[in-house]
């Protein structure tokens, strides 16, 4: 089942948490729906909600994050991004971060097997507009799609978040206070690349790579890089 949170006011700390509880330009009626996931079976499910729930919403399919960026730089605006967690190139929490770092108007829903309590936590952390578990019945997801799409915020049923100022939400809360690049600098650095092959990759100065690991050891409250990696997988769950 789904629970649904309705709107809190910004002195709330849900609301600061969670930007998109009622999300700029939020409309009732989508009319461009991206799906990024790599499970075929589930996709096609889950496009046929969404053709019952929004007959005229054109939905278009990402199977990575990098593919889900293009589409959004090549065919956006979207009105609704529904993003799996467990996708080939990513760990942990890093899709979710890297797409609302970039697109931070953009709203995003987790739709994902993974149920746990701390994982739902931090994924709304991150900024994500809801969560819906995988198991979800067709006619819940189409429910809760309509009900994110009118503002509200969808967790799965009997979802209670962990005490305020625990370690992971603190540490996810902090990683999504990445940037974009800072992002991509910090899963290069859990890869083990050095300064040199990231600034190559990313077609910047090695300089520029020294000033954004700065940021992300200031930011992560962290003093060496090997922290800044150690912190950075406390948050994964695969």
Known sequence: GLRIMQPAPPSSGVGRRNPHLAFPGACDVPTAILIVDDHPLFVEALEQVIRNTFPDAAVTKA?????ARAAIDGRGPFDLVLLDLSMPGTQGLEGVIELRARYPKLPIVVVSALQDARIVHEVLQCGAAGFIAK????????????????????????YQPPPSGSAPSDLAARIAALTPQQARVLQMLRQGLLNKQIAYDLGVGETTIKAHVSEILRKLKVNSRTQAVIEASKIDFD
């Open 135 to 158: 198991s979800a019945r067709g006619a819940d997801l189409g429910r809760a799609l309509r009900e994110v799409m009118e503002g509200s915020v969808v967790v799965p049923e009997g």
């Open 63 to 67: 199977v990575s994050i990098d593919t």
